[in-house]
Structure formats: structure tokens, C-alpha cells
């Protein structure tokens, strides 16, 4: 009675846990460089990992009372190579603390690593419905796209500490914004600290909504049943609401990414190998592109201005995002084979260019360079690696392959997706949930 009980618990609560984890709910000791606020440098402790940590040790009470085996440790994920590299990489990067110009920072960052691989073990030792979890998925990117819809037609993203929410006024220096000129539109933020980072995880849940749709859609047209053509309606609406919180983070890398999904997905319907129908694909075609045309048409400055990338600003932001290239690499040629050690880069520049202010002091926006500048060409490799073996395991998966390839893109265009825990939760989360085995 008590296991199943505690099963229950476990399932629920690791539903619950992947819908918090974008709440950026903190408890952090500030760590500073020359007076300002040193991001990378903070010691953070999220409410999703307490809940995380606690679903790890009610797993392993339930693993330990069930006596299982080493050999069905993952017997619900076909990926015994990719879980063995997957360690190693792990491994290696705690133990870069060894020669890391600030150990207990890298210690720290290890310690990420390890609470993320422990995503995958829950994953892989639980029989979890995967419907249920492209379900949490795509209402938590429908409440981030609410989010994203208030705090831009209000210009404002109002301050909450019980949400993790830190207030952004569009007048104030270093908030995000479109400056067109004649006015700073505040991009909107969603529950996390950037507009990318929202741009990025809702391109990603759009990706499970369209899953969900088709499979509605497959049910619908064998049952007739008015629930499933209810839920068909309330995925559409999800859609608009993703694609709007997509729109207004005015992250181009978000807008291409959703630009290539459809692009994979045409390329899949054209040779027969596509997850989601024709008719469920023009459906979210029309969605999308209504939905864009009438964000555009009505706020068409910001809009033409990010596009366009001829103001001040977004110039600067070029110029910031090639020289963060430059300072990597340079900083890679120093530290070749192993580098600057695991979670330290930004002290690395610090160290390097000791009259940078904080805010100068920025990762790489690719986090395979950020990556190789951390771990070396040994990290890389390995991480190359593993990413080698996952796509080999999804190959014959088409929705999988079209969500991974998201995914890949992104990371090229930036940093959090490893800077950040947040983003190494989410890759764990999602290599979790694509290779698993559908009963």
C-alpha cells in the first residue's frame, strides 16, 4: 500500500517538478566582481531542485525496495552507450576542479551535472506516460506565452520573488528591449531571466504541441468523440498562445528555429516520414502564420526594427556576440586540451582583462564553443559523442529528430543552454523523455 503510494507521488511529482521548472524560484548568495553582480558566479539553490531532490530519493527508496539489477537500471530507455558516455562526460567535467582557476566553482557546477543525470535515471527507471508529459510541456509554454502576451502589451514584467521573477522596466538600462528610435519596446521575458531563454523553450514546446495535435487529430478520426475535437480546439488555442510568446520575445534565433521546424517538417511530409499528417500540418501553418500577421500588422515597428537590425542596439548586439567569439577562442588557445575548467569561464576573462566591467564579461553565444572553452577539445569530443549516439538512437524517431534538431540549433546560437542549470536540466529533460520507450 505504502509503495504504491509513494509511486504515485513519484509520478505526479515528477509531472509537477517539469512544470516548475521553468519558476526561476531561488534561494542565491550574490557573488561580485568589481562591485557589480556577478550572474555565473552566484551559488543558487531552486525550488525545482528541492523537489527534484526529493523525487530522487523517493526513487531510489522504490529502486532499493524493489531490488533491481544493474542490467534494468534503464529498462525503459534503449541507450545503454549513450548513458555510459553520458557518466563520462559527467565525470570528467567534476573532476576539471582539479586544474579549474577556481575549484570550488567548478565543484559547484559538477554538482549541477550530477542532479541532472539523476533526471534521466528517474525518467528511466519509472513507467511515465509520454503523453502526459508533451501534456506538461505544452501548458507550461501556454502559461509562459500568457505570461509573455501581459508583460508586453503592459510593457512591464512586474517583480515577484515567489515566482522568481525579478522586475524589468523598458526605460531602465540593460533590460531587453527593441530600440527603434523613437521608443525602447520591452521584449518580453516570460518567468526567466532572458528573452531568449523564453524564445527557446517555447519553440521547443511548440515542437510537442504540434506531436499532441496529430495525436488527437489520429484519435478523433477513429473515435468521433466530441472530448478529443474539444481538446483538438484547446491544442489550436495553445498554438496561438505559443506562437504569440514566440513573436514577442523578439528572439531571432527563436523565430528561425520555429522557421526550421516547419522546414524539417514539410521535408519529412515530401518523403513520408513526417509525426504530424498534411491537414494537421496546414492547420498549424494557417495558426502560425495568422497569428504572426496579426501581431506584425499591429506592432509592425518593433517588428521591422529587430528584422531590419539597423538601430544602435541591435547593431551593438552583433558586435558583442563576435567579439564573445573572439575572447573564447583566444581563451581556448590558452587552455587547449582541458580548459579553463567547468563553470569558471567568465572568471577566466575577469582574470584576463582585469578593468572589464561585469556586464562586459559575457560566455560565448554557442555553447559548443562555450563548452570547449570550459573543457577543451577533451570535453568536446565527448560531448560530441554523446550527442552522436542520441542521434543514432532517435534516427527512426521523426518527431523526436525534428525537436533534437531545435534543439541543436539553438545551442549554436547560444550559451544558457549550459551556462546556466536551467538549460542543463531542460537537455537532460528532453533526452529523457525522446528515448523513451512507449509502452
Known sequence: MLKQKLEKILEYGIYFWIFLLPWQVRY???????????????????????????????NFILWTAKKTSGKNWFKHIDITKFILWLIIFVIFAFLSAGWSIFPALSVYYGLKLFLGLGIVWLLSTNKLSVNKLATIIVASGMIQGILAIGQFLNQLVWGSKWLGMAGQDPQNLGVSVVDTGFRRWLRAYGSFPHPNILGGYLVLTLGFAWWLFQQAETIW???????IQIYEITLSFSIIIIVSGILLSFSRVAWLATGLLFLITLLQLIFKKAFISAKTFSIVFLLTILTTGLWVGIYSEPFITRIKASERLEQLSFTQRIDSYEDAWLSFKQHPWLGTGLGVYTYSLHEQYPKRYVWELQPPHNTFLLVMAELGIVGLV???????????????????????????????FD????????????LLLFSGIFLYKKE
Open 28 to 58: 542565491f548568495y550574490e557573488a561580485k566582481i568589481r562591485g557589480g553582480a556577478w550572474e555565473a558566479g552566484n551559488i543558487s539553490i531552486y525550488a525545482s531542485e528541492i523537489v527534484l531532490l526529493i523525487l530522487l530519493v523517493i
Open 221 to 227: 478520426l477513429k473515435a468521433k468523440n466530441r472530448q
Open 382 to 412: 565527448l560531448l560530441l559523442i554523446i550527442f552522436f549516439l542520441f542521434t543514432k538512437s532517435i534516427f527512426y524517431q521523426p518527431q523526436a529528430l525534428s525537436i533534437f534538431s531545435l534543439l541543436i540549433f539553438l545551442m549554436l
Open 415 to 426: 550559451h544558457w543552454w549550459w551556462s546556466l542549470s536551467l538549460g542543463i536540466y531542460l
